[in-house]
């Protein structure tokens, strides 16, 4: 359902998108698939490309300012506020500059990253709704333009995995669906984390 006079992309997912995603959901009688709401996580006009240097994430290309807001419901995992970020240094684990990482209701974490500012109020472990704000556009840490990179990926340690929390599945085909008006054409990320998960495990790098 697309909110008139808004950017927001509301997306219910049900068992039929599940099953347009090619999700099994086991044998046996059938069982009532959970239901979320997905949001697209910049207000206002943006684009993205299907491809992403290095490992899978996409780079949300968007005028810096423009609000950024959960995608589902969930809960603050981690953020910063600081801008640690030293090209001389070229550390993996501050190159996004300001963030925010969510673990959504669906067991999803969901990162976004470059931020110009983190919102009011916000710390691990508050919740928060689709389509909350959690912070704004902008071009802090390793960052050449304005854009959001924005992860998908389980929570394996919880906090620190900075490797894990950038991304680990492609976010674009979600993204592409959360911004259809068709419900049963929206795709959630759950079953391909959870798949990938079960194949990997959450490996440990320093």
Request: charged share 15%; proline share 8%; net charge positive.
């Given at each position: 359902?697309?909110?008139?006079?808004?950017?927001?992309?509301?997306a219910t997912v049900t068992a039929t998108a599940l099953a347009i995603?090619?999700?099994?959901?086991?044998?046996?009688?059938?069982?009532?698939?959970?239901?979320?709401?997905?949001?697209?996580?910049?207000?206002?006009?943006?684009?993205?490309?299907?491809?992403?240097?290095?490992?899978?994430?996409?780079?949300?290309?968007?005028?810096?300012?423009?609000?950024?807001?959960?995608?589902?419901?969930?809960?603050?995992?981690?953020?910063?506020?600081?801008?640690?970020?030293?090209?001389?240094?070229?550390?993996?684990?501050?190159?996004?500059?300001?963030?925010?990482?969510?673990?959504?209701?669906?067991?999803?974490?969901?990162?976004?990253?470059?931020?110009?500012?983190?919102?009011?109020?916000?710390?691990?472990?508050?919740?928060?709704?689709?389509?909350?704000?959690?912070?704004?556009?902008?071009?802090?840490?390793?960052?050449?333009?304005?854009?959001?990179?924005?992860?998908?990926?389980?929570?394996?340690?919880?906090t620190g995995d900075w490797w894990i929390r950038r991304g680990i599945v492609w976010p674009?085909?979600?993204?592409?669906?959360?911004?259809?008006?068709?419900?049963?054409?929206?795709?959630?990320?759950?079953?391909?984390?959870?798949?990938?998960?079960?194949?990997?495990?959450?490996?440990?790098?320093?």
């Amino acid at each position: 359902m697309r909110t008139r006079g808004s950017h927001l992309w509301l997306a219910t997912v049900t068992a039929t998108a599940l099953a347009i995603a090619g999700v099994v959901l086991g044998s046996g009688p059938a069982a009532a698939a959970p239901t979320y709401t997905y949001v697209f996580p910049v207000v206002g006009h943006s684009g993205y490309a299907h491809k992403h240097h290095g490992y899978p994430a996409s780079d949300i290309i968007a005028a810096c300012g423009l609000p950024v807001v959960s995608p589902v419901d969930g809960v603050v995992l981690e953020l910063s506020r600081v801008d640690k970020w030293d090209p001389k240094v070229n550390d993996g684990a501050t190159r996004g500059g300001l963030f925010v990482s969510i673990k959504g209701v669906d067991g999803v974490r969901y990162y976004g990253s470059h931020l110009s500012k983190v919102a009011r109020g916000l710390r691990p472990g508050v919740p928060v709704s689709a389509g909350q704000r959690i912070g704004n556009v902008g071009r802090t840490g390793d960052a050449g333009a304005c854009h959001l990179h924005f992860g998908i990926s389980p929570v394996c340690a919880g906090t620190g995995d900075w490797w894990i929390r950038r991304g680990i599945v492609w976010p674009w085909p979600y993204l592409d669906t959360w911004r259809k008006s068709d419900p049963t054409l929206h795709r959630s990320p759950q079953p391909e984390v959870r798949a990938w998960l079960a194949a990997n495990g959450c490996p440990a790098r320093n």
